[in-house]
Structure formats: structure tokens, C-alpha cells
């Protein structure tokens, strides 16, 4: 069992493998397709305007050893203005795989979290940056919620609220290296066994 | 008789649903314990079961729904004589509503033409109503509450299937069955339990398969030879090893129900429906006596 705090660093990562249960904590933020195609297209492709500079320079200093969270999640705003997370479960990630891995060199991203694994190209990010694909489980919205320690801000609210970039602070979050620095990924590895296994299932009738 | 028409049961519904998608079964409950002792100590598996068992305990003791994605809401009505459905079906409309209002269920129901978004999960067919009418004296309501995710490794084979060797019989049921097994891999949110249908038409057949998801795990089949298939599919969906979230291990699926339709000469469809590990499910029973109205939720 690993608990990292962000920033995280490249020998932290190194010595992560694939099956390895850990506990995120500190500073992460939410990004799911709108908030993925807006950075690729204002900061990595684009050059930054004038007054998307500010903005940039956050998410710089944020995502240099940081963590961007597959999620969409139900927030529940309060009279004084602050927000807290109610329910914040993983979504399907292999919708980013267009855009992950160069936001992962871009701002030397250290991890993702998100379901249902990534393709080939963010595992060979991750193997050069190093990075890893952290698995959540799927449906464990309340458990997860609570995990969300405080809202911190929100960046691109226009995105509307399961798109927006929740800047959020996390204790103990609970997740899985499933795609690691080495190249490893659980997603072929039990794809592979499984359908090994099937074809000897149908065989032996 | 009459009484039954005059019968206002909107709240007993709107408790209906918020026992659905905040208290997970405990068959279910005890399923998943079970699975988490017999996994590696340490594992990423035993880790994921341990988190979902956390994860139903905060749902249950705070009342919020045990996944964001409260899916599609599906009522199996069983009513006596006397009772009017399209009463009924006002009140469970509202009653979805207000559960909806209460945030017991996340608004799901969006128009497939313009895209939006009814807000209130009530739409054409939403929530899914099946009402039959029986010979005993009360009403009996099941509501399932039926995941996306999981929704969509659901999946429908035509028998015979030259790839995997499946011809029209039982044998082939366990091909195609195991082979929807290993499409899902982890992604309907293993570990889950499948409802499977022979025969039918393709409608008819994706039907029975999600009431077979209303059985409890622990009950038998009464046919010993749909019995034998389920307990043999569950002992060999497990040996794939894929594992709760897919992260590999001993636990891929909890339970596997198989209910059968008569079939037209010319076709043979094998219908099976993927549940995830957040198999959400809740019965009521409401009985009048004398004057008073008693109502039983399990
Ligand atoms: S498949 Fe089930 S547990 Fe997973 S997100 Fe959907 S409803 Fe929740």
C-alpha cells in the first residue's frame, strides 16, 4: 500500500506497479472532454491570450507533478458561496485518449485517474514522463465524495458543472495502478488471460 | 374494490425508490463479503471490494444514492382485481419525480431526438412500467434500478453462432453466455450478476433476462437443468479471471439467473443482461384490511 501526497515525483512513480493499491492526497483537479480539448487547443497547440495567461500559469504551477481526475461530479453549492462534493465517482476515460498524452508532457502530469483504463498512446506517456493511470472504482460516488476534503476553485465554469476543472483537496483517496511507468497495463494483461482462459472453456465441451 | 381505486400511494413509491438507490440488498451485501475473504490478501481486488462495501455502509447511513448513475428505474407490478394501473402508473410517475426532487435519483431521462434532459427522470416508457394482474389479494411491486455502464455490456446472440461454437441447446447457452462474460471484461462494473433469457423474440427475451435479475442469489432454479447451467456459468465466469473492476482476481460475477421463453421454430436468441456490483433492487407489498392500509417494504 503507497500514500503520495502531490506533488508527486518521478522516483514516487518509478516505484509504482501495476496492482498496487494507493492513497492520493493533496491538490488534484477534475477534467473530463471539455476541459481536455480546451487545454490542447488554448495551451499546447494554441499559445495562451493575454487573459488566458493567468489561468495557464495556475495550471502550470498545479499540474507539475499533479493528478487530473476523470469526473463529472454533483456539487452542492452553500449559502456562503463555497461548494462541497456530494457524489464524485470515476467516469470512462478512453474517451481522453485523443488528447491525454500530450497534456500528460505538457504540464509533466505525474498521474490520471479515471475507468476502464487507457490506450496505447497515454501508456507510452506514461512510460516516458513517467506517469500512471490510477483506477477508481466504479459507482463508489459516496465514498469518493467523502474523500473530497474542500473545494478549492473552479476554473471554466461556462463548461457547466460535470465539465468544469475543480481544483480539489483530497484525503486518502482510494485507487489502483492499473497502467504503470514500465509499460505494464492490467487491461491487456486480463484481457489476455481471460480470453486464454475462455478458449479453454470452449474447448473442453 | 373499490377502495383500491381510491388508494393514493405516490409517498409509499417515492420510499420505494429511495430504499432502491440508497440501501443496496442484503444478499447482495453478503455476496460481496464473501467474495472480498476469498480474494489475496492485499490484492487490488480484495482493495475494490473492500472500498464498495465502504462505499454501500456511507450510502446507507447517510441516505444518498449508492452510485451516482441511479440508472433506469423499472417497476414489475403484480396487482389483484379491482386495481387501476393507469392509477398506479400517475402515481409512480410522481412518485419519480419527487424522489428525483429529493435527490434519491439523478435526473436520467433524456430525449433521444433533441437531447434534453426531462429533469425529473419521467419520459416516454421512463420510468419502464410492467404490470400483471394475479390471483392473490394484495399488490406486490419490485423496482430495479438498472445502471448505464452495465447497460451497456448487455448484449443479445442469435443461436447458432459459427465463431463460438454454439448450436441451439444448452452448451450453446454457455458459449455465447461466458463469451458476454469476457467481452464485459471489468467495464459493466464487476463484479456483477447476469440475468439471462432463451428463447423469445428479441424483445421479449432482453425483457425475462432483466427479471431474472429480481431472483435472489442464493435461491434455486426449478428446473434442475437451468439450474445446473446457472451454478456451472458462475463457477466458470469466476475462473476467467477478470476480476472486480476488472483489476484480475477470483471474483468476476455474484450470481447468474437463467429463465427461458418459448421460441418461434426459426429462432433462438440468448439474451443476457449485465448487472453491476450495485444491483439495485426493492419490493413493497400493500395489503388492505378492514380500514387499515398496511404496506411492507423489503
Ligand atoms: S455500472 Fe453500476 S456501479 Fe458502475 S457506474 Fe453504472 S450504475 Fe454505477
Known amino acids: 500500500m503507497h500514500r503520495l501526497t502531490t506533488p508527486i515525483s518521478d522516483e514516487e512513480i518509478r516505484g509504482l506497479r501495476v496492482g498496487d493499491t494507493v492513497y492520493l492526497n493533496g491538490l488534484i483537479m477534475t477534467g473530463r472532454d471539455a476541459a481536455h480539448k480546451f487545454m490542447i487547443e488554448h495551451f499546447i497547440k494554441g499559445t495562451p491570450s493575454e487573459e488566458e495567461l493567468p489561468l495557464y500559469n495556475e495550471l502550470k504551477k498545479l499540474l507539475d507533478g499533479g493528478v487530473i481526475y476523470h469526473c463529472g461530479p454533483v456539487v452542492k453549492k452553500h449559502e456562503d458561496g463555497t461548494w462541497s462534493f456530494v457524489a464524485a465517482g470515476p467516469t470512462t476515460s478512453i474517451r481522453e485518449e485523443v488528447y491525454q498524452a500530450d497534456v500528460i508532457r505538457h504540464f509533466n502530469l505525474k498521474g490520471v485517474i479515471g475507468k476502464g ?35 478549492v476553485t473552479v476554473y471554466k465554469m461556462e463548461f457547466g458543472v460535470p465539465e468544469a ?24 494483461q486480463v484481457e489476455e488471460a481471460s480470453r486464454a482462459r475462455l478458449e479453454a472453456l470452449l474447448e473442453a465441451d | 374494490m373499490d377502495r383500491w381505486r381510491t388508494l393514493d400511494l405516490t409517498e409509499e413509491f417515492v420510499e420505494l425508490v429511495r430504499r432502491a438507490a440508497t440501501v443496496l440488498p442484503a444478499d447482495m451485501r453478503t455476496a460481496i463479503a464473501e467474495a472480498k475473504g476469498q480474494e489475496e490478501p492485499g490484492s487490488a481486488a480484495e482493495g475494490a471490494l473492500e472500498t464498495i462495501l465502504l462505499n454501500v455502509k456511507m450510502a446507507e447511513e447517510h441516505s444518498t444514492p449508492i452510485c451516482q448513475d441511479t440508472g433506469t428505474p423499472i417497476f414489475e407490478i403484480k396487482y389483484p382485481y379491482g386495481v387501476s394501473t393507469k392509477a398506479l402508473s400517475e402515481q409512480i410517475r410522481k412518485a419519480v419525480a419527487i424522489a428525483t426532487q429529493r435527490a434519491y435519483l439523478r435526473p436520467n431521462a433524456v430525449d433521444s431526438v433533441t437531447g434534453q434532459n426531462s429533469g425529473d427522470n419521467t419520459g416516454e416508457d421512463f420510468p419502464t412500467l410492467h404490470f400483471q394482474e394475479w ?19 448487455s448484449t443479445q446472440y442469435k443461436l447458432p453462432d459459427a465463431k463460438l461454437g454454439a448450436g441451439r441447446d444448452l452448451e450453446g447457452v454457455r458459449r455465447v453466455v461466458l463469451d458476454a462474460v469476457f467481452q464485459a471484461q471489468g467495464k459493466g462494473c464487476a463484479p456483477g450478476v447476469l440475468g439471462v433469457a432463451i428463447g423469445g423474440d428479441r424483445g421479449a427475451s432482453y425483457i425475462k433476462a432483466k427479471q431474472q435479475l429480481l431472483r435472489p442469489l442464493d435461491d434455486t432454479n426449478p428446473d434442475p437443468q437451468l439450474a445446473a447451467l446457472e451454478q456451472r456459468i458462475l463457477e466458470e465466469g469466476n475462473q476467467l479471471g477478470i476480476g472486480p473492476m476488472g483489476f484480475g482476481g477470483k471474483t468476476t460475477l455474484l450470481g447468474v439467473k437463467i429463465g427461458a421463453l418459448h421460441r418461434l421454430p426459426a429462432s433462438y436468441f440468448v439474451s443476457v443482461a449485465y448487472m453491476c456490483w450495485a444491483n439495485r433492487r426493492a419490493s413493497m407489498d400493500v395489503t388492505l384490511r378492514d380500514d387499515n392500509v398496511e404496506v411492507n417494504y423489503a
Open chain 1, 117 to 151: 483504463g487507457m490506450g496505447p498512446r497515454t501508456l507510452q506517456a506514461c512510460r516516458e514522463q513517467p506517469a500512471v493511470y490510477f483506477h477508481a472504482i466504479g459507482g463508489a460516488a459516496s465514498l469518493i465524495a467523502q474523500a473530497v476534503k474542500e473545494v
Open chain 2, 135 to 153: 390471483d392473490q389479494d394484495h399488490l406486490h411491486v419490485d423496482l430495479i434500478l438498472k445502471g448505464g455502464g452495465c447497460e451497456n455490456v
Open chain 1, 165 to 188: 476543472m475543480w481544483v480539489i483537496r483530497v484525503e486518502d483517496f482510494p485507487v489502483v495502478v492499473t497502467m504503470d511507468s514500465h509499460g505494464n497495463s492490467i487491461h491487456q
